[in-house]
């Protein structure tokens, strides 16, 4: 009985571990695609000071994807670092 209950605490912690880095992934989806579109109209506006439209578009969608690859490594550490001290807790 002992072994079957370490086995399903064993089982349930392993569970919340791979909830915590999927949610995770698909907050940073969410995001990502959140910071994109808000920078998108600040952006297109800024740019249309531009007169090539394509040269204002490829502009655009360069700044808006520094911006999101910023925003995604910065979540990911915060994420990453909570997992860190839980491991460390169980050595």
């Known amino acids: 009985m002992k072994k079957v ?4 605490k064993e089982s349930t912690k392993k569970f919340k571990g791979e909830f915590k880095k999927t ?3 698909a907050i940073i ?3 990502g695609l959140v910071v994109a579109l808000a920078w ?3 952006v297109d ?3 249309l000071r531009f007169r090539d439209i394509l040269q204002g ?6 700044i808006i994807t520094a ?3 910023l925003a ?7 994420i990453q670092e909570p997992e860190k001290k839980d491991e460390n807790k169980e050595n």
């Open 5 to 8: 209950i370490e086995t399903a």
């Open 45 to 47: 506006q800024y740019l």
């Open 67 to 69: 911006i999101s690859v």
């Open 72 to 78: 995604i490594m910065l979540i990911t550490k915060i």
């Open 23 to 25: 949610s995770g992934g």
């Open 57 to 62: 578009k490829v502009v655009s969608a360069l």
């Open 29 to 31: 989806g969410a995001i």
């Open 40 to 42: 998108k109209d600040v």
